[in-house]
Structure formats: C-alpha cells, structure tokens
C-alpha cells in the first residue's frame, strides 16, 4: 500500500468515464490523485452479462491510462487485487486511511444504492453534480412539484425549450409539431435489412479482462465470447459516425419495427456508451440537430431520436432520483408470479421471445421495442412479480443501470407504480407484434387464434390481463376502447379467453416453457 500524502482523492465510478466530470474542476494534477477500483461487489450485485462486466473494466483501464497520459495519478485498484476489499465503500475507506486522510470528492452516483453505501462509510465527503445529464435531480424535482402524475411529453417540450433543439428563431418546434411520433410506427419492408453493424476489435487489455470475466463470473447468464463494442472514447465516437450516416436517416420510420436475425436494425447502440461516460450527450443533440439541417436526415428521424435523449432518458432519470428508495418496492397490480425460466435461456417456443431473449443473452442487448412490446409486454400480461423482471433487465442488459433500468421496467412495461411515469400500461396482443414484425410466421403458434392450443399466448394473455385487472384499468380514458371491445364480446368467447389464459398461467407456475 502507497504511504504517503495525497491532498485530496477523487473516486471515479465505472459510468463515470468522462474528461467534463465537474469533479476534474475541483481537482489539480499536481497534488491530488484519482482513485477507481474494480470491485466484486458491483459486478455481481445482479448477475450482470459478461459483455457488461468486459466492457465496464475495459473501459476503466483504458480511461485510467488517458488520465495518467494527461498527467493525473491515478491509483487503480484491480480486480484481482490481493487486499482489494470486494466494495466500492471498502476501497474507500483503506485509500483514505492509506494516503493520510485526504479531502474526498465525489460525483453523484448514478444508482441509489451505491450513494447510499458511500455515504454510509460516514467518511466527510464533498460531492458533485453529474453535469453529463441537462436536467439535474433538483430541477427535476421542482418541475415535478406535488403532481400525482408525470408525463413525458411536458417534460419533453420544457426540454426543447430549455435547449433550444429543433426550434424555429421565434421559439416555436421545428415543422410545426412538437412530436411526429405518428410517422415513427412503420414495419419494416419485406426483405429490408438494417446497416451493417459497427465492429470492434478487441485489444491486448480487453483480452485480459475476458479471460479475467470467463475465470470469476462463469455462473453469470449470457454469452462471453463475441465481445466487440467500444472501450475508448474515440471507438465510441466511430460507433456514433457510423449510426448518423448509415442508420440515423431511417431511425424515425423504423423505430418500433422487429425483424428476423436483425438485432439493431436502424437503432443506434449507444446506450451502454453513452451510460459509462465515452459519449457526450450535448454533442450528440448538436449533431443529429445538424445532420437535419444539412437536409441529411430527415425531421422526423431527428426529433424522434432527440426525444429519446433529452426526453425519456432524462425524464427516467429524474423520476428515479425523485421516488427513490420507494420506487424500487411498488407494485400496484400486487403481481407475485415468479420469472420463467426461458428468459434466461431463451427456450421458448414463442418465436419473438426466443429472439429478443436470444439475441439478449448472445449481444447484451435488444432494442426498445422488443424491451418493451415482447419481453416487457410479457411480463405484465403473465403477471410477473416487478421485483423478479426488474433484475432480469439489470442482469441482461450492457446499458443496464438502474437509473434507468428501473423507472423503464418498473413504471413503463409493468404500471407498477400505478400510472405515476405513463398515463396508460403498454399491453398489447400478439396482432401487435405481427405487424410490427416478422416473426409470427416463424412461430409454432397461431396468430390469428386467441382460445386453442396452438393460439399465440399473447391473444389470451392480453384479455386475461384486462379482465382481471377491470377495477384499476376500466375507468381509464386511454384503454376505453379495449373494455368497450372486451364488453362487446359474447359470454361464450370472454369465458373461452378467460380459461385459456388460466392454462397458460398455470403452465408458467408449473415451471414449463411456452
Ligand atoms: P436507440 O433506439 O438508438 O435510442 C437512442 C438513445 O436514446 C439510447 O441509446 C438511449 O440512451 C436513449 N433512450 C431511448 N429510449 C430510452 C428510454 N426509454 N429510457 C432512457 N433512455 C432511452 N436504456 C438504458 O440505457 N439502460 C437500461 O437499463 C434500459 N432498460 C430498459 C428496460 C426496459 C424494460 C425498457 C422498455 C427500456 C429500457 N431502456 C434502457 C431504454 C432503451 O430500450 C435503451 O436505451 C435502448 O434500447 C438502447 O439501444 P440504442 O442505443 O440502440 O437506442
Ligand atoms: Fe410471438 Fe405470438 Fe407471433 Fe408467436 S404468434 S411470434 S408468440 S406474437
């Protein structure tokens, strides 16, 4: 252990790999050093994908070293480490100890439970906002107020403003709408493939970390070979070129479309990036802001994307910040069915489960609409339990942060927090999924039947759903339609739904795949 005096220690996390960290001000390379520690604790908290945990200590390593290159020291704490404690808090605590008790200075955490457990070390800390996101957690509370229920799109227009993104000079949204969500909603041609996707190769340090990840994590779910997504600032700035010029243009018409084998199709891949730190979110508004002015893409590619952003990114954000730690517990359905084993296997007969869970468990990711309309869509409609999905999602995906993860699957996919995020739950049939894809016509089941068999488990499970949850849902303006329908319906085929959604749930606490 180093002995000797340090005047102040910054600690800098695993998501927060970015030079513009406000702690950077504070700090002076002359007297101060930086501390960052791969810690068992972080890794297996949930059991997180292997391609997460890879792509977290890589791309500390090679931040570590960019830091050292502009002239900071930086005391880096290896996993395999003989006295590393296992805990961020521990790590803290000794480095204290060990460089004569210097000031520390710290970033907002991005997750609840880790600024807890750095606050509990009762250590005298100074913190600093995380000026990566444009809305702090205090602005957001104001814009929040008392108000029993959020909604994105106010937020979303106060963002615009606040930015001035996609405006005309006198103020007013760029085309004359503030969302053209309704252009966004295309299927995808028959034969119509997305870009090829960017690849990474992996260098002398990532190898390392993959052999280090396959020898301590070998129970984690997900693949471990295959690695290929960047690690370093500038790789993370190719992966962005790439999307701006070959899948950003079609990003708007093909947002919500699923295909076969495609797993990005025109989606950009940068969350997990852009999540750690190698990305910059100013800059990435200023460009596809750009890319629309020069007539390169069209507008509603443009504001579709930037919605995603400065909308839902910074709006889950804040709701997360707002509500925690009680957020983390609701669970306003009462849901207690356990996760199906399939999501981590992937074996499933439904052939748009297999492929969201299957692409999922080889890539760390899949887009938001299989997140939300397949998998998540799912889960709400067979009753899982919020605790058991929400650690799922935690668990599978490289972008996973519970920031984020949290307020997506907990409020948006299954209203466990009774409509406080989204004025209405995300349920929809397997007729969904149909026209928004390819796979039904893969899949052992039937679409079109809703009672039988063979009948696609969505079609009962939706009505089953809407049936037994007519108290909370029937009075809601957005789903008067659906209950209109459901009312509409002769007895013999609400009972017949009925029945084949209790099969289908008994089948699930059986323990067997679908
Ligand atoms: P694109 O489709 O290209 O979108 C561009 C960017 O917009 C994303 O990179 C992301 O930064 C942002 N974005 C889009 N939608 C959202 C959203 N709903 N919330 C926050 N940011 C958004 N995103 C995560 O970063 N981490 C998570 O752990 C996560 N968990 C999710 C869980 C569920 C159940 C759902 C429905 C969504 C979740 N999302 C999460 C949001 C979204 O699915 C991913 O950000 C997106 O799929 C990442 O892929 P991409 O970079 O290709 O995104
Ligand atoms: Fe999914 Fe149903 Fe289509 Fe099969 S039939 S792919 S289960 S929506």
């Known amino acids: 252990m180093v002995n000797d005096h340090v005047r102040r220690l910054g600690l800098v996390l695993g998501d927060q790999l970015s ?69 961020l808090a521990g790590e803290l605590r000794r480095w204290h100890a060990a460089l004569g008790e210097p000031a520390l200075h710290l970033t907002e955490c991005g997750e609840w439970r880790v600024e807890e457990s750095l606050r509990s070390t009762g250590l005298p800390l100074t913190w600093h906002a995380d000026r990566r996101f444009l809305c702090s957690r205090e602005a957001f509370a104001k814009w929040a107020g008392n108000r029993r229920q959020l909604r994105m799109e106010l937020f979303y227009r106060e963002m615009r403003k606040r930015t001035g993104l996609l405006l005309e000079p ?23 493939r997305g870009p090829f996707p960017a ?19 070998a129970g984690h779910y997900g693949r471990l070979e295959g690695f290929d997504y960047p690690v370093t600032h500038d790789e993370a700035q190719a992966l962005w070129q790439h999307f701006l010029e070959f899948a950003l243009p079609s990003f708007g018409d093909y947002q919500d479309a699923m ?121 709400l409609l067979a009753g899982i339990a919020p605790a058991a999905i929400c650690e799922w999602y935690l668990a599978v995906y490289l972008d996973a942060f519970e920031w984020v993860e949290l307020p997506n699957t907990l409020g948006m996919v299954m209203h466990a927090d009774g409509g406080y995020l989204g004025s209405k739950p995300y349920c929809a049939s397997g007729r969904y999924i149909q026209r928004m894809s390819d796979h039904c016509t893969n899949c052992r089941y039937n679409v079109e039947r809703a009672t039988e068999d063979d009948a696609c488990p969505f079609n009962a499970l939706y009505w089953h759903f809407l049936m037994r949850h007519r108290d909370r849902l029937g009075g809601n303006p957005r789903l008067a339609m659906v209950y209109r329908n459901l ?19 008994a089948q699930l606490d059986a323990g067997e795949a679908l």
């Not at 009312?487 to 099969?503: F, H």
């Open 199 to 217: 690849r990474f190769g992996q260098d002398a340090i990532t190898r390392e970390v993959v052999a280090l990840v396959g020898e301590r994590f």
């Open 259 to 379: 295909a076969e084998g495609e797993p990005y199709l025109f989606h950009a891949r940068i969350s997990a990036a852009l999540n750690i730190g190698l990305l910059d979110l100013r800059q990435l508004c200023a460009d596809v802001e750009n890319a629309h002015r020069r007539d390169r893409v069209p507008l509603n590619a443009a504001e579709g994307f930037i919605r995603q952003l400065i909308g839902w990114r910074e709006y889950v954000r804040g709701i997360y910040w707002l509500r925690m730690p009680e957020y983390a517990a609701l669970n306003a359905f009462g849901n207690r069915r356990s996760l199906p084993a399939f999501y981590w296997t992937g074996r499933t007969d439904m052939r748009c489960m297999a492929q969201a869970i299957g692409q999922t468990l080889e890539l760390g990711y899949a887009h938001h609409i299989q997140r939300l309309m397949v998998t998540g869509n799912f889960a």
């Open 19 to 87: 030079f513009d960290l406000s702690l950077f001000d504070e700090l002076d390379p002359a007297h101060d050093a930086l501390l960052m520690a791969e810690v068992r604790e972080e890794a297996s908290y949930v059991p997180h994908h292997p391609h997460k945990i890879v792509l977290v200590f890589s791309a500390m390593r090679h931040f570590a070293a960019a830091l050292e290159a502009r002239g900071w020291r930086v005391i880096y704490v290896r996993l395999d480490a003989v006295d590393n404690s296992g805990s």
């Open 170 to 192: 006198d103020g007013q949204p760029l085309g004359g709408s503030w969302n053209f969500d309704a252009d966004n909603r295309k299927a995808l041609p028959k034969g119509a």
């Open 487 to 505: 009312q509409r319906m002769a007895d013999a085929r609400v009972e017949a739904l009925w029945q084949r959604g209790e099969r289908l749930l």
